[in-house]
Each structure stands twice: as structure tokens, then as C-alpha cells.
């Protein structure tokens, strides 16, 4: 296919994209349409925020020299280092919330009508009618904002106020975090939170490194090596750092966490000292000093830091349910003054028309009734209720009380993987020699091999001397090859796997050490009760905790050697004289090593199969067992060695340091030298080491699948680790495809690359993060639109924004909800972009679960969360709020009927109480009573989760329910109303007895009728209900004659018209049962 590079050109490419001009089309039909349903409010919101963004210019973010402990010499005036996660102040408190409220038709509508009463020639009836309902409505909300608001304010206070260390000419100050300035040298303690962006100047530890823990940031739970500037590591005391003249060049403050860019100059000493500065010298704000005190230079505070600027602003989240009841009730609102115009015309225009008008719009408004916000948020309250004492899903917090019903409308669900999907424990599972494979079970066989072997070698040491070791070695590697025993093939692969790596022991301070004698009684002691790993892979610690469990042991270890423990307690020492690290694009890793006892050089290496097939000798086995491993959700390892000669690594090492300093292509140069050496390798073995899943996410992700969810994996790990998690959490069904995206950095290649892509059908996506920003600034729309066809997608190496902006990217290209669940601070932003947040209490702390709508303490409890609450939660809702509709409608068509008999007066029906009494005593509970419906037990819905897919088409409640909602209530409304015309005899009075009874009645049955499943609560409603009606007749005489109503005819023609107006309605449902029956039906039969 030829490669178009003008836009024009492969947008409009038919046989491509098939899709593309319709949409357009319909875009431009939507013009008119959009601002009469909302371009107004559009408009509005532009002009505020335009206002506001006037009056804070957003300052642009530039490079900067910062002096060591000098911020008074910095020429900018930086932000304050101050953490703010409330979304109003004292000043725009009460605005803010009122504007939230009134931002719905439904409540500004209210609003209109209530200040209306105030005028005497519109008066209807009493105040109370209208302002108590829309007080309460008020008083609730803005509590519950004030609430939520000054938690907020106390976190960020009590984070602000943290106290640190500065060093000043004067010695240590003690300064809050909040008054830190770029320039401040600040100390940090070891488990102490890094207050801002600092370049790292000086440690306590002496090899000029420490740990940093990140999970805060980037979501990886292992330790990150920072190394100290050098020039600042080697001054002989803390106070010289005022006695040099140095500064920091750093770049402008941006959002890549993984990358840094500046320079430290130092002017005073006589050829000026300049370091190059990169990830490794920064300390980033929220990660925390694992190892060590550390000593920086403050470069970026407040919303400069890394982290501030990964974060995004957290929105008020409105419910799917809630914008399409705000739909129906300006529908309602058409109706509403469609009703009056006809009103006022049949009455001919005559006398004051328009006050008139106003009069039947105020008479007819309880078509929209006040009551469905607070039925709403009651019911909404009662979900969070029942989710929070569901023993199935114990833990569970509801935080965000304004939108359970979100979760029963999801398609989309975006999972973080590190501590969500798996546990972030690495077990070592298989080492595979070839011939022989040992699992869990036979790991002994490995250990008593060990010891022998070591056994043997410390025998032979000491029956002769030293000497005699050297030419007993000779013959053996001028000998023929014969295959070696198993047994040295275990000595050879324990003592690799224990060698090559890059972990570090770490030895917690016993009390009573103080820090200074740290290191001097502690390198003595290798105890092995207080010794722990560190790595920046938790493969690698899995790796050397393995081989301490079969007996050799990793005691030491400092930038030139590392230390061996045996089984028999000797300590083997071996010098490192080259290490290759691991990166992305080698996947691989290397360490040269010389042994002290025999001064023998080996290179050991280990790597990705893929990596490594090229380098190890010929075999037979490697690829197929890496497959055989791989299925089983295994994370393979591939082991080898080759030994060299004195002159070999001389060589080496001349050519290795000439191609470190070239200036052009230096890293290519340098990995030519390496990859000189990666030729015929030993292939040793092969390992396997597994990231537990955590409990029930195979059958969770089914069910979530079976339910039509489409399931986005968003990782900041690596490739092949996402790929290989993707399969063992069957997130990637066992017979489909996957489909790996493969790097691309240019417009061309991702063409290319999404043409390949288009040709596969039904196969899984992985991407990583880099492909990912590439696609999408050249091909959003039709990168989406790709990957929404696929079963399951995993984008791995993603930062904390980009998972954000994969987030808005579904909502925006295809308008359905979207819910994101993560553990750690990086899965922050993307939790509070999608519709419905979820965060796990995991190890990375509590930062996602604070910030995300519902919290968890499993992942497993997704599936009863979104199947049974969520599904409930809609369902009810959308059953409730059509009825408290239906209500209003009902009384309106009673109001039309009456006014139109008595020649159109606008005259109200029922006064005062009656009109209060019904909207609340007479038939709230059993209306509430709606929220303890359910279709299907909850074990039904979670046996059968296709039940779920139907909700995301929002069946239960949409223009067409709501239409026949309209019909019932016309129906009842005018028969009611006719019914007690034609029946009453003489007084008018008896009129109102009669069809407001009637009308109670018919409420009552009416909610009989549409529950499913009955609950005792429900029946208590019913009758209580009754109950106060029937007691309340006797208070009502102003609007009823008691004595008529103690009467048989005013019983039997309340009856007569009560089963005229809702005997149809049973017949039909029974009908409607018989022969097309809802899906949940079908079940429960």
C-alpha cells in the first residue's frame, strides 16, 4: 500500500477508513440541534473560563540557574512549595456549590418558581409548599460540600506543615514544607518524604549512593539508586558547601518523570568543574530517602515539581443517570408550558392572558417535581448504605456518594497491573538445565547438590595448598568436552544467578548503633535475621533470595566487589571489574567478575530469551521451554557464561574505556565493544520466577468480560512483563492473538505499522507508551478506533498523564463510561479522569484509594461491586425517578381536567396541605421503597453476568419508558378526575374527596405494581402510608365533609374509579409477562 503523507490523503482513503465521512456528516447536522440543548451553558462556561484565566496568567516555565544555597540570587520569583488539593476557598465556597447546584434545569427551575410566590398576584397556595423542599435540597448539599471540603483542607495542612532540615551559614534551621525555595539546601532523614525537586549534592552512605523508594510516583514498588554529584560527595565536611561557588543549571520543569537534563558547574576551583546531571542525580518531590540522609539543592517547588504536574485537577463527577433525568425534566418543562399556552387559548386571550399564563405554569409545575432530587439523593445514600455493609465486600468505602449508579453503565474498564492485577511478589518457580527441571518441589535436590559441591572444594583447599588448586584446573580445559555432571551444571548456575545482578543487602541498624558506627560493626556482621534486598527489579531480589534458600548467600556488596556466603559459612569474594545494566532496548544484563581465590575472569550474563537466543551456543531446547514457561505465566530468564583470559579482558577493557569517551555515537561504539564479547556463550540456564496474581482475578476478568466490559491494561512496566501477565491473568483469552505494537517514532512508521495492524481481526493490542504518543498525534481518530475493536488492549511503559489522557480519549471518541481502578499515586490522575474511579488499598499506601470514588481492599470485589450494586443501583433509580415523574404527571393531568371543565380557571384543585401531604406522608414511602427492589438475587446476577450487558444501552430508563410513564399517567390522571365528575352528586366538595382518595390509592397500587421482588420493608410502607391517610381524614375537614366520607357510596365510588384506573395497567403487565418477558425473568422462573 503506497504511503500517503498528506493528512487529506489518508483520511480520505476509502478502502481505509469506511467510517470517516458519515461521522462528519453527522457532526454537521448536530449544529443547531447542540446549542438548544446545551451550546448555551457551552458558551457560558467559555466566557468564565476565559475571565479567570485573564486574571492568573499562567507564568511560562523556563530554565533555570539555580546557586547553592543562595535562593535570594535566583531572578525569578518561583511558585510557593505548597500542597492544595481543596477546590474552593471561604470566599468562593458558597458560589461554587450554589452554581453546582443550580447548574441542573431541575433545581434552577425550582428556584424560579419558589422567588415567584414572593409576588401577590401569583400567589398560589402557600410558601412552605415551595421554599421547604428546595431548602432541604440546599442545606443537604452544601453540608455534604463542607464536609468533604475541610477533610481536604486538614490533609493538605497537616502535609505542608511537615518540618525539615535547611543548612544555612548558621548550621541547621528547622523550615516547614511550604516555605522551601529553589536555591534551599535541604537534609532529609532516611523514611522521610522528599519535600520538592532537588538535585542530589551529598549522602551519609560512603559509596555516594542511596535508595529512593517511588511507588508514589511511578507505581513500582522497588528501591531506585540516586548517586551524589561527585564534586559535592568528596568535600570533607558538610559546612564546605558554602565555601564553594557553585550553581545548577537545570531545564525547564516538565512532565517526564523518567528523564532530566542540567549541569553542575563549580567556578571557584582553578579548571572550573562541570558534571553532567541526569535522572540519577534528582531527587523528585513524594518519593521517599530509603537509605542513608541525603543532602539536595532545592531546582523546582510547588506545581513545578514532577509530581504536581502528573497530577490533574480532580472534576465534579456527574452520573450518566443524572444528565438523562436533567433531559427528561426539560422535556417536562416543554410540556409544561405547551399545557398552559393551550390553556390560556381555550380561555380566548382574555383579561390579563399573560398573568394567566404565569398562574397555569405555576399550577401545573409539579409536572417536574422537587421531590425527585431529594428521592435521588436518598436513594443514592441508601446504595452507598448497602455497599458499605455488604459482608461479601468487606472494606468497601463509598467516597464519592453522587454516582453509584455509574456503576452499572461501564464498557470500558482500565486497569493499572503492579499491585491491582498481581500481588508484586516474585516467587522463583523452575530453573531448567536443559535435561533436568526443578520445580517448587524438588528445590531440596539443588540444596544438598550445593553442598556437596562447596563441601568438596573447601576439602580440597585444605588438604593442600593453594598451588595445588591451579594444575589441577589445567588438564580439565585442555581435555575433550565431556558432558559435565549435574551437578557442577547446579554449582555453575547457582554461583551465576548469585553473581549476575545488580542487587545490594541492606543491613537494618540494630538499636543501640548510632548512625556514624553504622557501617564499621555492621560489614562485620552478616546476621542473617536484619538483612534485607534492595534492587530496582523485584525479578532480580527473587533471583538472589533463591539462592540463599539453596545455600549461597549474598552478604556484601559495594560499588568494586561482592561477597558470597557458603553453605559451610565460608565468604567467597569476588572483585567487579565491568557491569553492563540493563536497559530497554538490550534486555539483557552483564557482569565481569574476577574470583580472589583464583584470580579467574568470567563474564556472566543473563537476559530476555529473545535477547539471548543469538548469544548462547546451539541447543535444542532453549525456545521451546521459554514458551513452555511463558504459558505458564512465568517471567523467563536466560543464564549464561564464558570465561576469559587475562589478555582477553585487557583488550576488552583498553577498547571498552577508548569507546566510553568518543564524543560521536558513544553509545553505539560502546555496545559494538560489549557485543564483541557476546559471541558462543555457555549456555548455563534457564529460570523462571512468577508474579503472583492476586486472589480470583482470572474468574473476575471472565465474568467482567462475559459482561461486556472491555478491559484496558495501563502499566508502567515493561513489555514483555505486561505481556506475560496479560496471559496468565487470562486478561488475553489462551487461543487469541496478540498483536505487539512495534516501536515506531515517526508519522510514516505508524502508518505503516497501523496498516499491519488493521489487517489482523480479533487479536489483542500491547503498545507501549512512546508508540502510544506517536499514533495518537497523528492518527487519534483512527488509532481508537482500531483498538476499540479489540478484545482486550495493554499499553505498558505509560506515565501517570498519558494513562489520564488514554481515559479522556475513550470518553471523548466513544461516549461510553469509562471506570479506571489502580493502587499507587501514579494511578491518581487516571482514576480521577474516568467516569467512576476505583482505588485498591494496596502496599503502594492509600493515595489512589483516597482519591478514587469507591475504594476497595481486593480486585476481586470489582465483580459483585459492578454486577450486583451497580446494576441495582441503575436499575432502581431509573424505576425511581420515573415514578416520582409519574407522581407529578398524575395531579397535573387531574389539574388540566378540572380547569378545562370549569372554564379554564386557574384555579388550583387540591390546597395547601393536601398538595404537600401527597408529595410526602401519603406516598413517600412506599415511592422510596423502590430502592430495596431487585430483579434477580444477587447470586443470579453474578452467575449470569450477560445480565449487565443490557444496562449499557440504558434501557431501563430512556425517552421510550418515559413516554409510556407519560401515557399510564394521562390515562389514570383522566380517569380519576372524570370518574369523581361524573359521580358526584351535588357538592363540590365531594369532588375533591373522591378523586384525592381515589388518587392515593391508585399510588399505592401503582407501586405494588412495578416491584419485582418484595420486601418487608415494602409492605410496612404500604400500610403505614394508608394508615396515615385513613387517620389523617379526621384533621382534614376544612377540605373534606367528614360525613360524607364515613358513607357506602363515597366507598364504593372511590373503588369503582380506583380499578377503572389500574386494572388495565395489571392486565397489560400480565400480558406483557406472558408473552415477551425481560431477560432476568427468564432466570428467575
Known amino acids: 500500500m503506497p504511503l500517503m503523507m498528506s493528512e487529506e490523503g489518508f483520511e480520505n482513503d476509502e478502502s481505509d477508513y469506511h467510517t470517516l465521512p458519515r461521522a462528519r456528516i453527522s457532526q454537521r447536522r448536530r449544529g443547531l440541534e447542540w446549542f438548544i440543548c446545551g451550546g448555551w451553558k457551552f458558551l457560558c462556561t467559555s466566557c468564565s473560563d476565559w475571565l479567570i484565566n485573564i486574571c492568573r496568567r499562567k507564568k511560562d516555565l523556563k530554565a533555570r540557574t539555580v546557586w547553592l544555597g543562595c535562593p535570594e540570587k535566583c531572578e525569578e520569583k518561583y511558585p ?25 434545569f431541575l433545581n434552577l427551575y425550582f428556584l424560579v418558581v419558589s422567588c415567584s410566590q414572593f409576588v401577590p398576584a401569583l400567589k398560589i397556595g402557600y410558601l412552605y409548599t415551595y421554599w421547604a423542599p428546595l431548602g432541604f435540597v440546599l442545606t443537604v448539599t452544601v453540608v455534604r460540600e463542607a464536609v468533604d471540603e475541610f477533610r481536604r483542607y486538614k490533609r493538605d495542612k497537616e502535609m505542608n506543615s511537615q518540618l525539615y532540615s535547611k543548612l544555612t551559614v548558621r548550621g541547621k534551621v528547622q523550615v516547614k514544607s511550604s516555605d522551601i525555595q529553589v536555591g534551599d539546601l535541604i537534609i532529609v532523614e532516611k523514611n522521610q518524604r522528599i519535600p520538592s525537586d532537588m538535585v542530589f549534592l551529598r549522602t551519609s552512605e560512603k559509596t555516594g549512593s542511596c ?35 557553585a550553581y545548577v543549571y537545570a531545564q525547564k520543569p516538565q512532565l517526564d518523570i523518567h528523564s532530566f537534563e542540567g549541569t553542575f558547574t563549580r567556578e571557584d576551583s582553578d579548571p572550573a568543574v562541570h558534571e553532567s546531571l541526569s535522572i540519577e542525580n534528582t531527587l523528585w518531590a513524594s518519593t521517599v530517602v530509603a537509605s542513608g540522609t541525603v543532602i539536595g539543592v532545592v531546582i523546582y517547588t510547588g506545581k513545578e515539581t514532577r509530581s504536581v504536574m502528573n497530577t490533574s485537577n480532580p472534576k465534579n463527577k456527574v452520573g450518566l443517570l443524572d444528565l438523562e433525568l436533567n433531559q427528561l425534566t426539560k422535556a417536562l418543562f416543554l410540556a409544561l408550558v405547551a399545557l398552559s399556552v393551550v390553556m390560556v387559548t381555550l380561555q380566548g386571550f382574555v383579561g390579563p392572558w399573560y398573568r394567566n399564563l404565569f398562574r397555569f405554569l405555576l399550577l401545573f409545575s409539579y409536572i417536574i417535581p422537587i421531590s425527585l432530587r431529594v428521592n435521588l439523593d436518598m436513594g443514592k445514600a441508601a446504595y452507598g448504605w448497602m455497599i458499605m455493609k455488604d459482608d461479601n465486600i468487606p472494606g468497601t468505602v463509598v467516597r464519592t456518594s453522587t454516582i453509584p449508579e455509574e456503576l452499572g453503565r461501564l464498557v470500558y474498564l482500565l486497569t493499572d497491573k503492579t499491585g491491582t492485577l498481581t500481588q508484586n511478589e516474585m516467587i522463583f518457580k523452575r530453573l531448567h538445565l536443559g535435561t533436568v527441571s526443578y520445580g517448587t518441589d524438588t528445590m531440596d535436590e539443588i540444596q544438598s547438590h550445593i553442598i556437596n559441591s562447596y563441601s568438596q572444594i573447601s576439602s580440597e583447599k585444605s588438604s593442600g595448598s593453594c598451588v595445588t588448586l591451579l594444575p589441577s584446573r589445567k588438564p580439565q580445559s585442555s581435555a575433550p568436552k565431556v558432558r559435565k555432571s549435574v551437578s557442577s551444571r547446579i554449582h555453575e548456575a547457582v554461583k551465576a544467578i548469585a553473581l549476575c545482578h545488580n542487587v545490594t543487602p541492606v543491613y537494618e541498624s540494630r538499636a543501640g548503633v548510632s548512625a556514624e558506627t553504622e557501617y564499621a560493626e555492621v560489614d562485620q556482621d552478616f546476621s542473617d535475621e536484619n538483612r534485607t534486598y534492595q534492587a530496582s527489579s523485584p525479578d532480580e531480589v527473587a533471583l538472589v533470595q533463591w539462592t540463599e534458600s539453596v545455600g549461597l548467600t549474598l552478604v556484601n556488596r559495594d560499588l568494586t566487589s561482592m561477597q558470597l556466603k557458603t553453605p559451610g559459612g565460608h565468604i567467597l569474594t569476588y572483585y567487579i571489574l565491568q557491569i553492563f545494566p540493563f536497559t530497554s532496548e538490550s534486555k539483557r544484563m552483564g557482569i565481569i567478575v574476577r574470583d580472589e581465590s583464583s584470580g579467574e575472569i568470567t563474564f556472566y550474563m543473563k537476559g530476555a530469551d529473545v535477547a539471548m537466543s543469538t548469544i548462547v551456543q546451539y541447543n535444542d531446547w532453549l525456545e521451546e521451554e521459554c514458551g513452555n514457561m511463558a504459558r505458564e505465566g512465568l517471567r523467563t530468564l536466560v543464564v549464561a557464561k564464558k570465561s576469559l583470559t587475562e589478555e582477553q579482558y585487557q583488550d576488552f577493557e583498553s577498547r571498552y574505556n577508548q569507546a566510553k569517551l568518543s564524543i560521536h555515537d558513544r553509545n553505539l561504539k560502546v555496545a559494538a565493544v560489549v557485543e564483541s564479547l557476546e559471541r558462543e556463550m555457555e549456555l548455563l540456564c534457564l529460570t523462571g520466577v512468577e508474579d503472583q496474581l492476586q486472589a480470583d482475578v482470572r474468574p473476575t476478568l471472565e465474568m467482567l468480560r462475559n459482561a461486556g466490559i472491555k478491559i484496558w491494561m495501563l502499566t508502567g512496566d515493561k513489555l514483555e512483563t505486561a505481556t506475560c501477565i496479560a496471559k496468565s491473568s487470562h486478561l488475553v483469552s489462551r487461543n487469541q492473538d496478540i498483536h505487539i505494537f512495534r516501536p515506531v517514532a515517526t508519522r510514516g512508521e505508524a502508518h505503516l505499522e497501523l496498516n499491519a495492524f488493521r489487517r489482523k481481526h480479533d487479536c489483542a493490542l500491547v503498545i507501549s507508551g512512546d508508540s502510544l504518543e506517536v499514533c495518537l498525534k497523528y492518527y487519534e481518530h483512527e488509532f481508537v478506533e482500531l483498538a476499540c475493536q479489540c478484545p482486550a488492549v495493554v499499553c505498558c511503559r505509560c506515565s501517570p498523564t498519558q494513562k489520564a489522557h488514554i481515559v479522556k480519549l475513550l470518553q471523548h471518541h466513544t461516549g461510553k463510561r469509562t471506570c479506571a481502578i489502580g493502587d499507587g499515586g501514579n494511578d491518581v490522575s487516571m482514576i480521577q479522569a474516568a467516569d467512576c474511579g476505583i482505588g485498591i488499598e494496596g502496599k503502594e499506601g492509600k493515595q489512589a484509594s483516597l482519591a478514587a470514588d469507591f475504594s476497595i481492599t481486593q480486585f476481586k470485589h470489582i465483580g459483585r461491586l459492578l454486577m450486583v450494586h451497580g446494576r441495582n443501583s441503575y436499575k432502581r433509580s431509573a424505576a425511581l425517578g420515573q415514578f416520582v415523574m409519574h407522581r407529578g404527571l398524575i395531579i397535573s393531568t387531574m389539574q388540566a381536567v378540572f380547569s378545562s371543565v370549569f372554564y379554564f380557571a386557574s384555579v388550583p384543585l387540591y390546597q395547601g396541605f393536601l398538595m404537600v401531604g401527597y408529595a410526602t406522608i401519603y406516598t413517600m414511602f412506599p415511592v422510596f421503597s423502590l430502592v430495596l427492589d431487585q430483579d434477580v438475587k444477587p447470586e443470579m446476577a453474578l452467575l449470569y453476568p450477560e445480565l449487565y450487558k443490557d444496562l449499557t444501552k440504558g434501557r431501563s430508563l430512556s425517552f421510550k419508558t418515559f413516554l409510556i410513564w407519560v401515557l399510564i399517567s394521562i390515562y389514570q390522571g383522566g380517569i380519576l378526575m372524570y370518574g369523581a365528575l361524573l359521580l358526584f352528586e351535588s357538592e363540590f366538595v365531594h369532588v375533591v374527596a373522591i378523586s384525592f382518595t381515589a388518587l392515593i390509592l391508585t399510588e399505592l397500587l401503582m407501586v405494588a405494581l412495578t416491584i419485582r421482588t418484595w420486601h418487608w420493608l415494602m409492605v410496612v410502607a404500604e400500610f403505614l402510608s394508608l394508615g396515615c391517610y385513613v387517620a389523617s381524614l379526621a384533621f382534614l375537614n376544612e377540605y373534606f365533609d367528614v360525613a360524607f366520607i364515613t358513607t357506602v357510596t363515597f366507598l364504593w365510588k372511590v373503588s369503582a374509579i380506583t380499578v377503572v384506573s389500574c386494572l388495565p395497567l395489571y392486565i397489560l403487565k400480565y400480558l406483557k409477562r406472558k408473552f415477551s418477558p425481560p431477560s432476568y425473568s427468564k432466570l428467575t422462573s
Open 211 to 245: 535508595f529512593i523508594r517511588t511507588d508514589q510516583l511511578d507505581g513500582e514498588t522497588d528501591w531506585k539508586l540516586k548517586v551524589a554529584v561527585s564534586c559535592t560527595q568528596r568535600l570533607p565536611a558538610l559546612g564546605d558547601l558554602f565555601s564553594i561557588n
Open 80 to 104: 510557593k512549595n505548597a500542597i492544595k488539593n481543596q477546590k474552593y476557598n471561604i470566599f468562593t465556597f458558597i458560589p461554587g456549590v450554589l452554581y453546582e447546584q443550580f447548574k441542573f
